[in-house]
């Protein structure tokens, strides 16, 4: 008796166990298919310009997909439309908001983790995931009413005229903020990680508190730096609300000046979206289909690059032991 009651206890835990796996089945591919749905829908949109011919003043016409590529200027009539400069522009940005943010968001994340006291850590740590949820437009309203009034003042300073602090400085500083959080926090939990032991080895070994810090635990928690590194990369090129409200979207470029207007690829997809029709729709998902393929590429360079400097130490390690 009791050993059939065993028996149906462990059939039922294991009709239990496929029913949990296949609706977990089902929405791993219910999420897949929506992404491939969507990702299809872009590129379908995306290709629709070049192929199709739109009717205009100066008759049929198509968008040339050279000209679309590698053009400077966004929209020369009928049908010329140029975002090679834009490309540029969203590239220019997002470097400079990286170099901003990254080594802000490492150090911050470092002191968090090892240095601050543990009552402050945790603060620190609250107020680091509420930034991480703050709507885009407030960031957009923050880089309209502060960071705008703030370069124009520095503009000012040096006598440079700008179109009221609206700019390329102004779009990098906001995006280096909206991207702040979230690196900090991938790599607060990738710092916190590292093995204690590692830690304790280095200072018996007679180094300080500094050398363990950036020697041993930055480079142990590399990986989920890079990681996110690149979900901040990710944010910066997708971000369109707040930059659209402090870019100026320049009609041509590309602009290398920093208090001189920029566009980047989200901000003219989303100008005048509700407003347009026809081609010059249609154009707004090419871009988007340009955005996803900078995002894919940018990503598996940064993954790249990760896994080759993991390489590296690890080969260094490995000579080190060899020579020993």
């Not at 500094?210 to 090129?237: H, W």
């Not at 320049?250 to 979206?273: A, K, Y």
Request: aromatic share 8%.
């Amino acid at each position: 008796m009791e050993v059939e009651k065993n028996y149906n206890k462990i059939v039922q835990k294991t009709v239990l166990d496929k029913i949990v796996k296949y609706i977990f089945l089902s929405i791993t591919i219910f999420c897949s298919l929506c992404i491939i749905f969507i990702a299809l829908f872009v590129f379908v949109k995306g290709i629709t310009p070049f192929i199709k011919k739109y009717e205009t003043s100066s008759g049929l016409v198509s968008v040339s997909f050279i000209k679309f590529i590698f053009g400077t200027k966004w929209f020369t009539s009928p049908n010329v439309y140029g975002a090679g400069y834009i490309i540029i522009n969203t590239i220019i940005v997002t470097l400079l908001a990286l170099l901003i943010s990254v080594p802000i968001s490492v150090l911050t994340a470092l002191f968090v983790v090892r240095i601050a006291h543990k009552r402050i850590s945790i603060i620190l740590s609250m107020v680091i995931e509420l930034l991480s949820g703050i709507p885009s437009i407030i960031y957009g309203l923050f880089g309209v009413g502060v960071i705008t009034n703030i370069v124009s003042g520095i503009a000012d300073v040096f006598g440079i005229q700008t179109a009221g602090g609206i700019s390329l400085l102004s779009t990098v500083l906001v995006l280096a903020i909206m991207i702040l959080p979230t690196i900090t926090t991938i790599s607060i939990t990738s710092i916190a990680s590292v093995n204690n032991n590692l830690v304790l080895g280095s200072l018996a070994l007679g180094a300080s508190n500094t050398q363990t810090n950036f020697k041993v635990v930055l480079l142990s928690a590399k990986s989920g730096i890079f990681s996110g590194i690149i979900l901040g990369v990710g944010r910066a090129l997708g971000e369109a609300t707040a930059v659209s409200m402090v870019c100026g979207n320049s009609g041509s470029g590309p602009n290398f000046s920093l208090f001189d207007i920029t566009r980047t690829l989200t901000s003219t997809m989303l100008q005048g979206i509700h407003e347009t029709s026809g081609m010059d729709y249609d154009i707004r998902f090419s871009i988007g289909l340009l955005l996803i393929v900078i995002i894919i590429v940018t990503n598996l360079l940064l993954n790249f690059f990760k896994n080759r400097i993991g390489n590296i130490n690890g080969t260094k390690k490995k000579n080190k032991r060899c020579t020993s």
